[in-house]
Each structure stands twice: as C-alpha cells, then as structure tokens.
C-alpha cells in the first residue's frame, strides 16, 4: 500500500468512495482523475488529470475505480491489473465484516453494510450502503448490490450482475452472469439465462 490514492472517477459513485477513503485514515493524500474537464475538484480533493493519465501515476499511488457501470469499472481495472497497480480494498468504517470473508482488490463496501461469515466476494465489486449478505455466499467479480439489497444465505451472483436498490434474494440461489434484477423484485428460483428481472418474485422480461 502506498502513501496516496488516486480514485478514476469524480461523480456520484467516486464520491462515496472517496468518502470512505478519508474515514479509513490511511493515505496521506488523495486525488481524483476524470475525463469531465470542468470538473476541477470533489468532496474538496483536487482532479489532478483524465482517465488516461493514470499510467503515469501507477508507481507512486494506489488506484481505485470508482465508476458505478459494470462494464466500464472491468474494463478500467483489468487495464490496471495488466500494468501492475496497486489496487486497494475500501471498506467503511462502519461497515460489519464476518469471520473469514474473503474481498477481492477493488471492491467498495459502503456504510451500513452487513456480509457474514464465509462469503467470497469478487474484484471490483459494489457493496452499496445498508446492504446485507449473509453466509457462504459466492459474488463474482465486478457485481453491483445496490443500497438496501438483502441476500440470504447461500447465495451465488454471477460476474457483471446487478441487484437494484432493496431487491431481496432467497437462500440457496444462483443468478448467472449479466444479469439485472430490478429494484424491489423477490429472487425465489435460479436465474440461469442473462436478462432484466422484475417482480415479486422476480420473472424475465422479454
């Protein structure tokens, strides 16, 4: 871990991460990059340079993606991992982590969130604020589970999948890659074919 963090993105969801990088205390400064050049600073910290600037910075900052769309953060973090950055975990203060979870480098998790003991989540994941997941459950890389989501125990989320806000999934599920599951909506049966998911519970939109 190095001295300064550099978040690639300065709108909502670098925001909030750079919200939690000031409370967990651990780097001496911190910096934004984005491509918006009106955009001078945020949450008072300065926007230093563009989204292609960061190969400049790889040898003397951390690097996180703060970019809320799935495809554009895996994008951004494979290009860092392939050059070697050093990559941070987020995690808020106040935040409830269980016994032997495992978070891969890039993740945020948010305030007010709850994962319990034995989950595996994935690299360049959300864990967005009030969200719970329970027990052994598997979240592959580069989820979103948007603020209020509840997941019970045992549950397995694909890679680049979405749970809207306060969307609720059952124990014992498995939803496969890129899938969106909309807000609100009840998860009771596997979801095995990518699409948007609405509902309670939750069914496949054509």
Not at 60 to 70: M, Q, S
Request: aromatic share 4%; with cysteine; net charge neutral.
């Amino acid at each position: 871990m190095k001295n300064k963090l550099l978040i690639i993105g300065a709108s909502g969801h670098g925001k909030v991460v750079a919200d939690i990088a000031l409370k967990m205390n651990k780097w001496q400064n911190i910096h934004f990059l984005d491509d918006d050049k009106s955009i001078k600073s945020s949450m008072g910290l300065k926007v230093i340079g563009a989204s292609d600037d960061v190969y400049t910075h790889i040898d003397e900052y951390d690097i996180f993606v703060g970019i809320g769309n799935n495809a554009t953060r895996q994008k951004i973090h494979e290009m860092l991992e392939t050059f070697g950055a050093s990559i941070p975990v987020l995690i808020h203060p106040n935040a409830v982590i269980g016994s032997f979870v495992d978070i891969g480098i890039g993740t945020a998790i948010m305030a007010g969130v709850i994962v319990n003991c034995c989950t595996k989540i994935g690299k360049s994941c959300i864990i967005n604020t009030g969200s719970a997941i329970d027990h052994d459950n598997d979240i592959e890389d580069f989820v979103h589970i948007s603020p209020g989501a509840q997941l019970a125990g045992t549950v397995k989320v694909g890679q680049g999948s979405w749970l809207g806000i306060g969307s609720v999934v059952s124990n014992n599920i498995t939803i496969t890659n890129q899938c969106k599951v909309g807000a609100g909506s009840v998860v009771v049966k596997d979801i095995s074919i990518p699409g948007i998911y609405v509902g309670i519970p939750a069914r496949k939109l054509n």
